[in-house]
Each structure stands twice: as C-alpha cells, then as structure tokens.
C-alpha cells in the first residue's frame, strides 16, 4: 500500500517554517557583531519561552497536559534541538559564513533520512546510497571552498555546521514520537522551555562579556524570538505532526535557495561558484536519496518512529 502524502496545510507549514528559518542566519551574523553566539540563543529562546508560555496559557484548547514521560521526551527533544542544534550553529556561524551555514543545511536532510531508516530498519536502497555519496560530495566541496577562501576558522566553522545536522536529525526523528496526541503550541512550548534553560546556563560562560544590547540589536532579537523560533517553530511542529520526518526536513532544501540570497543582500557576502556547484550537488543527492521513498518505505505508526529507550 502506497503512503497518503501530507496535505497541502501541512506542507504550507512546514515552507513557511523554511522561509523564516532561511533569514535566521544573515541575522544571526549580524547579532554577533554585538552579542556571544550562546548570548544570543539564550535571549532568543528565552523571549520566545515566555511569548509560548503566554500564549499556552491563552489557549482553551489545548488538551490535557502531556504525562511525564512524554514531557521528558519533549524536553529531550528542546535540548536537542534547541540548546544543542543552535550552540552548534550560532558557533559555526560566528567561525564560517551565513551563506556557507545555508548551503550545509541541505545535508540535514539526508542525515535525517538515514538516520529515521536506521531506526526503523528499513533496507537502504541503492538510489539512496548514491544520493549519500552525492550529498556528501557536495557537501565536502563547500566545505573546501570555505577552508581555501576563509582558512582553518571558516572550515572549522563549516565542520561544527554539519554537526549541528546530526543534532537536528536526532530532534526530527524524536519529536515524531514526542508529540503525538498533542497540538503544535503545547509541543513548542515544553521544547521551548527546556531548550531556553539550556542555553541560560551555558550563556553564563559568556557573563564577562554582556552589555545592554542597542535597539537595532534588540530588534532582530525579538525577529529570531517571535518570527524564527516561535513562529518557525510552530509551523514545523504543525507540519512534522503529519508526514514523516524525513518529508519534514527535506521541505528545508527551501532554506539553502533563500539563506544564500539573505547572505548576500543582508551581509553583502560573495556568492562564488564553488558554493553554487557545492548547493547544487547537495540538493541532487538529497531529492535522489529520496526519490524512492513512497514506494519504498512502510507506512508509519508513531510508536515505530523511535526505539524505546
């Protein structure tokens, strides 16, 4: 039996998340002009934690409150992904470039993938295999580019970004599980929550360094809080709900297209064609790593989605 795709209101989502998500780099360079890398994840999702908490609060449809072994996945799964996922990135960001950071979010993907066929113990099949190489390939030239242009920083910057691919695979493939049977906001808000505490505590490894932030710091603060990480956030945990993860993460591809183009016009940052030949390549071998997947794969229940720990 061949898988129902998501409906249109869930991928709308799910792009609308990737179109935020995409400004959230160019951003982020700017702010650590100003601000620590960790300084800047703890005030984002502390500012989104509280508008969540609001909002939940408001909410008089939100359902029972998640049991406690749900709440622990859904903080596991805001450490993963928030605290983990955005040290990782704002770190490499602050190494590399916005638009090298885009262009390695193509990977995210693929991890993904492999990593929901490991857990589910789905055969790989050949096309897939080629879409890894692919992916990898393309992958390994932007990073190479980034060390011959910007030195040993930037490739580190680069390596530091596509561990934050694992983190963001491990928080896919377990949000799966961890939000079933509850909606988008009360998902958010607990991951939110765990995440925003996370951060606070390794952002005081940057204590020495704070000052009140001006207003034009301030203002792309509340953008990344309330449009990338609240709304963004939001969004995604709406679409994930209703398709697999690795159709969740492979919408991101949007992400590389528009995170280059906002490198470029916000951070005047050069748009070189190893990164178009290294974009490129990494998309093909996702869309390839992918192809066969209807087909391919059974369909889902949302207890076999993660091994129980």
């Known amino acids: 039996m061949r898988e129902r795709g998501p409906s249109v209101g869930a991928v709308g989502a799910v792009v609308t998340a990737a179109l935020l998500w995409s400004s959230s780099y160019a951003v ?57 996922y955005f040290v990782l990135e704002n770190v490499g960001v602050d190494l590399s470039t916005a638009s090298d950071a885009a262009l390695i979010v193509a990977t995210y993907p693929l991890m993904t993938m492999l ?35 910007g030195g040993s920083a930037r490739w580190l910057g680069d390596i530091i970004l596509l561990l934050g691919g694992l983190a963001w695979a491990g928080y896919n493939v377990l949000g799966k599980r961890a939000s079933a049977g509850h909606g988008a906001l009360t998902v958010t808000y607990y991951q939110t929550m765990a995440g925003a505490g996370g951060f606070v505590l390794i952002a005081l490894l940057e204590a020495d360094s704070w000052r009140m932030p001006d207003v034009t710091t301030s203002s792309l603060l509340v953008y990344l809080a309330v449009a990338c990480s609240v709304g963004g956030f939001l969004l995604y945990n709406y679409g994930l709900r209703r398709m697999a993860p690795s159709v969740a993460v492979n919408i991101l591809n949007l992400v590389p297209v528009f995170g280059v183009l906002s490198a470029v016009i916000i951070n005047g940052e050069p748009f070189r064609l190893a990164q178009v030949a290294g974009g490129a390549v990494i998309v093909a071998g996702v869309a390839l790593g992918l192809i066969e997947r209807q087909s391919c794969a059974p369909a889902e229940r949302p207890s076999d989605v993660l091994v129980r720990p």
């Open 28 to 84: 982020t360079k700017v702010l650590l002009a100003d601000l620590g890398p960790l300084s800047i994840g703890a005030v984002r999702f502390t500012m989104a934690a509280l508008l969540l908490a609001a909002m939940v609060r408001l909410d008089r449809h939100r359902g029972d409150r998640p049991d406690a072994g749900q709440r622990r996945l859904l903080y596991l799964c805001g450490l993963l992904g928030i605290t983990v």
């Open 115 to 149: 990593l929901e066929l490991a857990v589910l113990r789905v055969r790989l099949p050949p096309l897939r295999v080629t879409g890894v190489l692919l992916a990898t390939a393309g992958a390994v030239l932007v990073v190479h580019d980034g060390a011959r242009i």
